[in-house]
């Protein structure tokens, strides 16, 4: 078990790009059948309200990100990496909450599909996938951090949030940090909401115009526009600068 979550937490990445590209693919062939669930004005409605769940997912993880310490709630696959342990802001209701943003995020994107069978298949695979991961991630931290590890762990849901134990972060929010480490969160939300218009467009190609299609998708187009141009700024600050390296977090919220 745990060669296998030390397995998936190296290639965990894959698991989103698997998702996103069978569900591009799925919602084509909907929209190739007209066999979604709701009219056209109220698929904008459902289309939004999918935006907004899978945007909660962003802010727990901007939120999670923000008031962790250097070396911690990284983006690291080769190995497991903890300097210290986080037990206060999101990690006192919940043990994994970047797993949780995620989980949101692409429940999500999912959701767009409006096909059950690939949300079941989703929510299995994710169970599956991030219970190894898991299983791995707290073996290394028992490991690190002995019993001060194992008393939060015995106070703190491993994944469902318990908002009631919720205790303030004793840092700073370091919001140079979430810009620079949540560029391709943002950039990646709109961009595949985007492309799921597209696709559901070119699904029907005699009605097909770009000009079209862009200005009856305007909110869209911009959404992914900027957040694109968000993206490569961001890169060009950090390969040019260290002004996203200053603000080391440290000191109470």
């Known amino acids: ?138 073996t290394f931290l028992e490991t690190e951090f002995g019993a001060d590890y194992l008393t939060w762990k015995h106070n703190t849901s491993v994944f469902f949030p318990s908002l009631r134990k919720y205790q303030p972060s004793t840092r700073a929010f370091n919001w140079k940090k979430v810009l620079r480490k949540e560029k391709n969160g943002i950039a990646a939300i709109f961009g595949i909401f985007f492309l799921f218009q597209l696709s559901g467009a070119i699904a029907a190609p005699e009605k097909f115009h770009p000009v079209t299609f862009l200005a009856d998708h305007l909110f869209w187009s911009v959404c992914a526009l900027g957040s694109g141009l968000y993206y490569l700024l961001i890169k060009v600050i950090s390969a040019t600068t260290n002004w996203l390296e200053n603000n080391s977090g440290t000191g109470r919220a």
């Open 1 to 138: 078990m745990l060669r296998q979550g030390q397995f998936l937490f190296k290639y965990r990445g894959l698991l989103p790009v698997a998702f996103l590209i069978i569900g591009l693919i799925i919602f084509f062939l909907q929209a190739r059948h007209s066999a979604f669930f709701f009219t056209e004005d109220d698929q904008r409605t459902y289309d939004l309200a999918c935006l907004c769940l899978a945007l909660s997912g962003l802010i727990i993880r901007i939120i999670t990100v923000g008031y962790s310490p250097k070396g911690t709630s990284g983006r690291n696959t080769a190995t497991q990496v903890a300097h210290q342990l986080n037990t206060t802001g999101l990690y006192a209701v919940t043990r994994n909450p970047l797993y949780l943003g995620n989980f949101l995020l692409w429940l999500a994107v999912v959701l767009l599909c409006q096909h059950l069978g690939f949300t079941i298949l989703f929510l299995l695979s994710f169970w599956w996938f991030y219970r190894l991961i898991i299983f791995t991630e707290e």
